[in-house]
Nanobody, 115 residues
Framework: QVQLVESGGGLVQPGGSLRLSCAAS????????MEWYRQAPGKQRELVAG???????NYADSVNGRFTISRDNAKRAVYLQMNSLKPEDTAVYYC?????????WGQGTQVTVSS
């Protein structure tokens, strides 16, 4: 069994920064893909960023150049550095870890961008 625990969400003013973290515990020690998703009220969950075991990254167009995803394989953790935050970034952010046969989701952390 695998559990993912997220942290780092909160309230920030437009233009500010936040860093989200997500760490795994349990019996799986290697994940092929680590991702961040978000879901705003009334909207579908969307992929924000992903990073492979080898470090290849991809980003949604809406966050490219402002957000940076990184991972620490030894700690089984993924991070999302979010800069130049906008009100439209307000959402619940979820991490997702994948192995070839399954995937695991965190419980979500709220990010609110407001003055």
């Amino acid at each position: 069994q695998v559990q993912l625990v997220e942290s780092g969400g909160g309230l920030v003013q437009p233009g500010g920064s936040l860093r989200l973290s997500c760490a795994a515990s349990g019996s799986i020690f290697s994940f092929s893909l680590m991702e961040w998703y978000r879901q705003a009220p009334g909207k579908q969950r969307e992929l924000v960023a992903g990073i492979s075991r080898g470090g290849s990254t991809n980003y949604a167009d809406s966050v490219n150049g402002r957000f940076t995803i990184s991972r620490d394989n030894a700690k089984r953790a993924v991070y999302l550095q979010m800069n130049s935050l906008k009100p439209e970034d307000t959402a619940v952010y979820y991490c997702r870890f994948r192995i070839p046969t399954s995937d695991y989701w965190g419980q979500g952390t709220q990010v609110t961008v407001s003055s």
